[in-house]
C-alpha cells in the first residue's frame, strides 16, 4: 500500500493562507483517487476533499467549499490542499489518504501521519 508524508501545516492567522503537499510512494500514484481529512482532539476524523486519479474530478467538504482546492503532481507523486481564508474551525492535524479506487467516492485504504495546522488569532 501507499506511505505518505505530509507537510506544509503551521501557524497562520484566520483569513491567511496554507498549501499543504503530501508525497505518495510505495504504490502507483496515478491509479488512485486521494483525500484530505482533518482531526481536531476529541472530535472525529473529517472529510475535506478527494480527487479522482487523474485530477480532473474534485469533491469538498460543504465547510471547505470555494476556500480549500485540492489538486495532484502525479508526474511527481505529491498531492495539494491549498487553503484560503482560513477559520479557526479549520485548525487540526491534516492527513492525505490513498484511495482503493479511482475516483472521488473511493474509500481509503492508506493514510500520512499527518501535519499540524492552527488557525489562531
Known amino acids: 500500500q501507499a506511505q505518505l508524508a505530509e507537510s506544509g501545516g503551521g501557524l497562520v492567522q484566520p483569513g491567511g493562507s496554507l498549501r499543504l503537499s503530501c508525497v505518495a510512494s510505495g504504490r502507483t500514484f496515478s491509479n488512485y483517487g486521494m483525500g484530505w481529512f482533518r482531526q481536531s482532539p476529541g472530535k472525529e476524523r473529517e472529510f475535506v476533499a478527494s480527487?479522482?486519479?487523474?485530477?480532473?474530478?474534485?469533491h469538498y467538504a460543504d465547510s471547505v467549499k470555494g476556500r480549500f482546492t485540492i489538486s495532484r503532481d502525479n508526474a511527481n507523486n505529491i498531492l495539494y490542499l491549498q487553503m484560503n481564508r482560513l477559520k479557526v474551525e479549520d485548525t487540526g492535524v491534516y492527513s492525505c489518504?490513498?484511495?482503493?479506487?479511482?475516483?472521488?467516492?473511493?474509500?481509503?485504504?492508506?493514510w500520512g501521519q499527518g501535519t499540524q495546522v492552527t488557525v489562531s488569532s
Open positions: 489518504a490513498s484511495g482503493q479506487g479511482a475516483t472521488v467516492f473511493t474509500t481509503f485504504d492508506a
Open positions: 480527487i479522482n486519479y487523474s485530477g480532473r474530478s474534485t
